[in-house]
């Protein structure tokens, strides 16, 4: 497999620390509309570096730190720690596996860490040049966007065909 | 890198026709260049034919035969250029039965090659699944994960998961 | 009522003349992915005066004609009849129920007819002033759509309200 | 004009609330100008909390609960300035268990003033229908109608349909 498991703590609705450990294969999450399964994918997409706060559906990027529901207050910092496995020898590293790590605090920049010790965004992406990872195009499809792929712009069509070559 | 892009456009084009196939029950799907000249600027067009009915431009298509279509192309270009690991949030949205069947023939297929994670409300792409993660909401506005047997009920602490094939 | 007969042939897939009743209160449309449901819904903006042609899922508006199927060759013209009741005195005029067609033929203008009689579309559209039909974003809520109501942008969401004054 | 606007604007508010608590089965729901000084021209802000959460800008709801909420919204401009007749296309493919229900409920309400066209794949927004009309394409490419009974059988020639309440 690759993905071994996620953590968070502060991200969006996962207010309080959350483990998901990941099988081979095919990996079903279920469960009510506003329960949190979005917000998984999106915990995904951004401790591997995305960006964009319009592909977190954010207006700001501090929008991902968890902001209180009625009962609870809000967090200061939003923490997602992913760990791969590298059975396949995909990434370039002598280890079996590497963690990587992004925290945010309010009014605050994102902060990466990889196996532990702090890193720069450039760095991670390094690590996963040529694997197709990180082109969010192309190894995560979100929710409502299926009907993009056949976009109804013959130029944008294109898009697909270009993160894969 | 003209080259490369024809390359992978030739390829995806090839799978395309296939996994449309097996998506739809039969028919046929055609990507073409709308310019020759200029591959690296050209946008594309896309004409299909589902089974019985006639060639036709991707526009005409029903809902769910776009999402069909979409999910056709998408993972033709994950066959051409494989990623170790698929996040897929609700693409099965607007299929009926018949298109569900087929579309869980090929993701059981391609997950034996590679990870999925896949969001779903779907009971049959719910039943082919490796393994079940439960989202939940026990305090309102805080998510937490159950993990679940594979026939849905939660998993008490110290049973095994139950692995698929 | 309001709406109380449809009747069309030659429009999109129902090739064959097809009758339509509806009642009172709720009617839903069933059945699988790409057998016409949201046809019958363009047919009633077609009717209607819809002249975009991108609001009907063509690029021309003479690819509403019916265009044959693997074993039925195309249709030279489309063709669709709404009959409705006025039994609040909705429309200013002094008859029960009013009928209007719309017909296409290849190459050719749109042709419409009030009670049998040939009419302008200005005419139609008369008709209907302050009852909230012919406004499309209004009365017909198109699939996909719902979630433009809450469109990303402020300027987009007051649409409706205007719309609606 | 600007009057006529900001009467149908504060009455859509206020109906607003109430479909919004409807669906949701509690929570509150705002729209505001982003411009006091111009409402002809300014953009509209919408922050609704659904039952137990924070209050917060529509970018971060659900796909679920974005469906919703664009329903709560279609519902209030429906009450303040009713159409004859309402066709709504598959606006319920989002919805889970609880807000199907819910929304039903609306609908049933809504169903005693005006016809509602609807297409829908779901068993309980057809439970709630008075009469179904099944679309199939018996011969591939070409649409028909089959009128079916409440249970959802075809209504064979020479039997009364069944109407509801
Ligand atoms: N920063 C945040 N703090 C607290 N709650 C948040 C935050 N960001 C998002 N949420 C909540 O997360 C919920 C959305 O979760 P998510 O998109 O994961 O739902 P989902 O399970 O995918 O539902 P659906 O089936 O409707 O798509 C929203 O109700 C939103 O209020
Ligand atoms: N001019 C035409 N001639 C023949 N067939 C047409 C024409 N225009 C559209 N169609 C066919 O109509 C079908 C789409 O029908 P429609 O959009 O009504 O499906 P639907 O019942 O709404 O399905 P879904 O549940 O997937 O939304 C397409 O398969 C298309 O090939
Ligand atoms: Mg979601
Ligand atoms: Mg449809």
Redesign the pocket.
């Given at each position: 497999g690759f993905l071994k498991r996620i953590e968070m703590v502060g991200f969006?609705?996962f207010a309080d620390r959350t483990s998901i450990e990941f099988v081979d294969g095919i990996t079903a999450l279920l469960?009510?509309?506003?329960?949190?399964?979005?917000?998984?994918v999106d915990a995904i997409k951004w401790v591997l570096g995305e960006q964009s706060v319009r592909n977190m559906?954010a207006e700001r990027m501090e929008?991902?730190?968890?902001?209180?529901?009625e009962k609870r207050k809000a967090l200061s910092a939003a923490e997602v720690t992913i760990t791969i496995t590298n059975d396949r020898g995909l990434l370039e590293v002598e280890r079996p596996e590497i963690a990587i790590k992004r925290r945010i605090f309010r009014d605050g920049e994102s902060e990466y860490f990889l196996n532990g010790s702090p890193a720069r965004l450039k760095e991670i992406r390094e690590l996963f040049h040529d694997t197709g990872i990180g082109k969010s195009a192309y190894s995560v499809m979100e929710?409502g966007r299926i009907d993009q792929v056949l976009s109804n712009k013959p130029e944008e069509r294109r898009c697909l065909f270009e993160e894969a070559a | 890198s003209e080259n490369l892009f024809l390359q992978t456009y030739e390829a995806i084009r090839e799978r395309f026709h296939e996994t449309f196939r097996l998506l739809f029950g039969g028919g046929r799907a055609e990507i073409g260049l709308v310019d020759r000249e200029d591959p690296l600027n050209s946008g594309l067009e896309i004409y299909v034919q589902p089974p019985g009915k006639k060639l036709e431009n991707i526009s005409l298509l029903s809902g769910g035969e776009r999402s069909l279509c979409g999910i056709a192309l998408m993972f033709a270009t994950f066959q051409v250029k494989p990623s170790p690991f698929h996040i897929l949030d609700?693409i099965d949205a607007a299929l009926d039965e018949a298109s569900i069947q087929r579309f869980v023939n090929l993701l059981v297929d391609s997950g034996r090659e590679s990870q999925f994670l896949l969001?779903t409300?779907n009971k049959r792409t719910i039943a082919c699944a490796s393994s079940l993660l439960g989202?939940t909401m026990q305090e309102s506005?805080v998510s937490s994960i159950i993990t679940l047997r594979l026939d849905g009920q939660e998993r008490k602490k110290d049973e095994e998961p139950i692995k698929v094939g």
């Open positions: 969006k609705s469960g009510p509309n506003g329960c949190g399964k979005s917000n998984i559906r929008d991902v730190i968890f902001g209180g529901s929710q | 609700e969001v409300h989202v506005g």
